[in-house]
């Protein structure tokens, strides 16, 4: 089984900054899209930023220029660092990996969730 795991989030002053990890663990033959989304309430999920297994990144025009996606292929994790934060990014923030487990076939698979809150 694969399991994905999200720390960082918090609650945080608008300018602020938060970085948050996805670890990911199991029968894990190889990693390849990966991505941040986010909900907030009583809205859809929307995707934050995307990484691919050879490092190229795409992000919401919400976000751009404030957050960073990266991942340390090694240790199976992705990172988002978030600076300047606003109210409006409050959410909750969920990993997802495009993931080839060993002797399967490729699936997505999500994290828990991890809040995060941008207030005064």
């Known amino acids: 089984q694969v399991q994905l795991v999200e720390s960082g989030g918090g609650l945080v002053q608008p300018g602020g900054s938060l970085r948050l990890s996805c670890a990911a663990s199991?029968?894990?033959?190889?990693?390849?899209?990966m991505g941040w989304y986010r909900q907030a309430p009583g809205k859809e999920r929307e995707l934050v930023a995307s990484?691919?297994?050879?490092?190229?990144?795409k992000y919401a025009d919400s976000v751009k220029g404030r957050f960073t996606i990266s991942r340390d292929n090694a240790k199976n994790t992705v990172y988002l660092q978030m600076n300047s934060l606003k109210p409006e990014d409050t959410a909750v923030y969920y990993c997802?990996?495009?993931?080839?487990?060993?002797?399967?076939?490729?699936?997505?698979?999500w994290g828990r969730g991890t809040q995060v809150t941008v207030s005064s």
């Open positions: 199991g029968n894990i033959f190889s990693i390849n899209d």
């Open positions: 997802n990996g495009f993931i080839t487990r060993v002797l399967m076939g490729s699936n997505n698979y």
């Open positions: 990484v691919t297994r050879g490092g190229t990144t």
